[in-house]
Each structure stands twice: as C-alpha cells, then as structure tokens.
C-alpha cells in the first residue's frame, strides 16, 4: 500500500474514475469537484486529496 496525491499524479483519470466507484455521499461529492475542477476552488490552492492506493486501485474500508 501506498499514499499519493490525487493532484501530483500522472493518472488522475484513472483515480477520479476510482473516487467515482465511491457509495459514500462525501465520496461522491469529492468526484463532482474534482471532476468540475472546483474543490481547490472551494478550499485553497494548496488543497491536497491524499489517496490509500493498492495494486493501482484506490482502497476503501
């Protein structure tokens, strides 16, 4: 396992389209910013999305 962050990736595609799996509500609206551009926007350029990645998919308990 490792932590990256979302906006200092390569494949924020690929993370954003594992963020959009997410069934949680904040994990659904975090999709929506990041996908609109707008939560840096909303909360600071030096905003960071820490990301819990495993074998290249994004883990969740």
Do not use: P
């Amino acid at each position: 396992m490792e932590t990256i962050d979302f906006f200092a990736g390569d494949n924020k595609d690929h993370w954003l389209a594992e963020i959009q799996k997410s069934d949680w509500g904040a994990g659904k609206y975090l999709y929506e910013l990041l996908r609109e551009q707008k939560l840096k926007e909303l909360c600071g350029e030096s905003t960071k999305v820490l990301l819990l990645i495993d074998n290249g998919e994004l883990y969740t308990l």
